[in-house]
Antibody
């Protein structure tokens, strides 16, 4: 079955950096677009970033553009999110998710989600 | 940026009754809309995509409708496991900017 397991979260000081990882299993990782979504404590969902199956194309929310970098290693079935210049408002649970695509290859939502990893930014 | 607004923020409904949740987009998103369910301490679950297509495993009591700027998620005959927070998400932009609504909490009356 499809499994997505995030890791790498933790407590970091403002201005610091973290690298989040997502280990995928149960499907052909290189066939699917992947994304990161975050959720601040007690708040709603915020789409963060999205990467093509090959890794050649990447997209970001305006709120993280220039500070976050999404990447993937298809040989290791892994997705990553490098987060730099962390701010208090980046405190959230970060979920990795697999995209659902229709027959034309168009995104239709995030079909599978991991359980998330918590990033806390505080001095 | 397309802004998604969900209403109401909280909906109180008795088990066995029907619940109707609304999602409005600040500009047309065609039928490029998904609905998710999230229970406390869990990751979201995709329920509906393409505004009206049930995702794998979504029970038939969940129905999505609408297009353009107005969308509805209807849950007929609420079961205990349906009480949760529901989010809509649009995916009409290119390049992608997949914005979510702020959520509707469906609680037991």
């Amino acid at each position: 079955q499809v499994q997505l397991v995030e890791s790498g979260g933790g407590l970091v000081k403002p201005g610091g950096s973290l690298r989040l990882s997502c280990a995928a299993s149960g499907f052909t990782f290189s066939d699917h677009y992947m994304g990161w979504i975050r959720q601040a404590p007690g708040k709603g969902l915020e789409w963060v970033s999205y990467i093509s199956d090959s890794g050649n194309t990447r997209y970001y929310a305006d709120s993280v553009k220039g500070r976050f970098t999404i990447s993937r290693d298809n040989a290791k079935n892994s997705l990553y999110l490098q987060i730099n210049s962390l701010r208090a408002e980046d405190t959230a649970v970060y979920y990795c998710a697999r995209a659902l695509e229709d027959s034309g290859g168009y995104y239709q939502g995030f079909e599978y989600w991991g359980q998330g990893t918590l990033v806390t930014v505080s001095s | 940026e397309v802004v998604m607004a969900q209403s109401p923020a909280t909906l109180s409904v008795s088990p066995g009754e029907r619940a109707t949740l609304s999602c409005r987009a600040s500009q047309s998103v065609s039928s490029n809309l998904a609905w998710y369910q999230q229970k406390p301490g869990q990751a979201p679950r995709l329920l509906i995509y393409g505004a009206s297509t049930r995702a794998t495993g979504t029970p038939a009591r969940f129905t999505g409708s609408g297009s353009g700027t107005e969308f509805t998620l209807t849950i007929s005959s609420l079961q205990s496991e349906d009480f949760a927070v529901y989010y809509c998400q649009q995916y009409n932009n290119w390049p992608p900017m997949y914005t979510f609504g702020q959520g509707t909490k469906l609680e037991i009356k």
